[in-house]
């Protein structure tokens, strides 16, 4: 083949095995065959309506098979798939659209009529499909006249994901196919992917992690995937039962409220091999939870920039070297460059790889000031090292706040009111104070059943942490904001729980 791609992968994989499950979703099968069978006819289906290589198509609908369809189908021409955040609003769609230049919007009908507002005045065609039981994309599949085989190198553009735009507005990052390749090589070198897993999708495959970390090593190695249009933790643990997952993948929100879930306790976890992780460190108490359950989940460190694996915590070290985010993967480099003289194992976090990103579509200034001339990509993350080399993922250099003088990496402080038994989950941002300029505020989420107070918590931390890192104020909630990665949003913290919050603990 000229096509040495991401969109060969199904064709390549259906000489092996035409006949084995690829995709299971509604308890419909697509086999590796049916796959490579698809992706060639919506290629072709989407040539004639004009697309070219280097065109941008932007998808807008939650996991299905129609999804891995039109990405493969997309790569498969030479042109640039755009996975797009389901939870963005008209105006941030329009944004999306407008700045990645988008040619052609597949929009999953169930969504709603959002997109129409978002391509008002853009020059995007919008075509509409359901994946909840209509035909999907098969109306705009066509009858290929001829294999397909463009001439298509690792040094390709493939794909354009937006940052989640936590804060700002969202940066497209480039991923070219070695990029993403290479990303899934990393992967299938610490952890080992066999062509009989079965692996369980339910974080949003518009996000990195699901999609280059779980459904791209499976399809590679000819397993299979078993595709949820989002997550649900009891029906996650119903399914692991059902078809023998091995393969899981969460944020710390979806593990924790798997082992919160009715059914958790009975549940049956024997066919689970590999429990994966990424987003932000796992609290140790829940960890330690799962471990009772005989599984350590392997927690890796990444961005969407470095598509996304840099780091690694095998599963041999998870106990020993609980916390941290482990050593760099195998294609990979990384470094930790002081921030301070004064202490030469703490500073920003920095990657360098065939993985690290060339930059962010249409903004050359972002890209030069994310990567030097050597192709160091600076993270904006704070680690240290330890002696033998791991790294501990202090905080965003930018979520950083002084007080007195002193630096407070609200993770630390996270990390410390984790080991409190009823706190579930929790924020810590700074907020405005007269005498020291600013100082820590909690935002926790108790356990279920679990009476905190304010005093109690700040109790647990005197000894624990250096007295101008612990909070001056905790707020109590039922819950906390999360984007539609599971990640944390710290502004909308900032926003709901910052100065301006008036309502004492509850």
């Known amino acids: 083949m000229h096509d040495q791609g991401l969109g060969s992968w199904p064709a390549r994989r259906a000489r092996m095995t035409p006949d084995k499950a690829a995709l299971v979703q509604h308890g419909r099968t697509t086999t590796y065959a049916e796959l490579a069978d698809r992706s060639h006819r919506l290629a072709w289906g989407l040539r004639s309506r004009g697309v070219q290589r280097g065109d941008r198509i932007a998808f807008l609908g939650l996991n299905s098979v129609e999804l891995v369809v039109a990405m493969f189908a997309t790569a498969r021409l030479g042109a640039v798939f755009l996975p797009l955040n389901t939870r963005l609003a008209a105006p941030e769609l329009a944004h999306v659209l407008g700045d ?23 020059e995007v065609e919008r075509l509409g499909f359901r994946s909840d039981g209509g035909t999907g994309l098969a109306a705009l599949e066509a009858e290929p006249a001829d294999e397909l085989d463009e001439p298509i190198t690792l040094d390709d553009l493939f794909m354009i994901q937006y940052t989640s735009g936590t804060s700002g507005r969202p940066k497209g990052v480039m991923l070219t196919h070695g990029n993403v390749t290479w990303n899934v090589m990393n992967l299938l070198v610490d952890v080992d992917l066999g062509s009989e897993e079965v692996s369980l999708v339910t974080a949003p495959l518009f996000h990195t ?19 949820e249009a989002k997550f649900d933790a009891d029906r996650c643990l119903a399914l692991i039962e059902q078809h ?25 976890l024997g066919s689970l091999r590999h429990a994966l992780s990424g987003g932000a460190p796992i609290p140790e108490s829940l960890l330690r939870t799962w471990v009772e359950r005989g599984l350590m989940i392997i927690q890796g460190y990444g961005l969407t920039e470095s598509s996304p694996g840099a780091t690694m915590l095998r599963a041999a070290d998870g106990v020993r070297k609980l916390g941290s985010a482990g050593t760099a993967c195998f294609f990979s480099d990384v470094r930790v460059v002081p921030t301070s003289d004064a202490d030469d194992r703490t500073g920003e976090v920095q990657v360098q790889g065939p993985n690290v990103s060339p930059g ?4 050359p200034e972002a890209t030069r000031a994310a990567l030097d001339e050597d192709g160091w990509l600076r993270t904006g993350d704070v680690a240290r090292v330890d002696d033998d080399g791991y790294l ?13 003088g002193e630096n407070v990496y609200p993770a630390e402080v996270e990390r410390a009111l ?21 100082v820590g505020r909690a935002v926790v989420v108790p356990r279920a059943g679990a009476r905190l107070t304010e005093a109690e918590l700040l109790d647990h931390l005197d000894g624990r942490l250096a007295r101008y890192k612990i909070p001056r104020s905790v707020v109590l909630c039922d819950e906390l904001p999360h984007n539609a990665s599971g990640k944390l949003v710290r502004t909308r913290v900032r926003a709901l729980f910052g100065p301006d919050h008036t309502e004492g603990p509850r």
């Open 360 to 363: 962010y579509w249409n903004q």
């Open 418 to 438: 984790h080991t409190h038994p009823d706190v579930a989950e929790c924020a810590v941002v700074g907020v405005p104070d007269p005498t020291w300029g600013e």
């Open 392 to 404: 501990y993922i202090v905080d965003r250099l930018k979520d950083m706040f002084i007080s007195g």
């Open 100 to 122: 990645s230049g988008a040619r052609l919007l597949l929009v999953d009908g169930g969504l709603g009529g959002g997109s129409e507002i978002a391509v008002a005045g853009l």
């Open 209 to 227: 992690a699901a999609l280059n970390q779980v459904l791209l090593p499976t399809l590679l190695k000819g397993g299979t995937a078993l595709v």
């Open 244 to 268: 023998a997952v091995s393969v899981l993948f969460g944020v710390t929100s979806m593990y924790l409220a798997l082992a919160q879930a009715p059914r958790w306790a009975g549940a049956d």
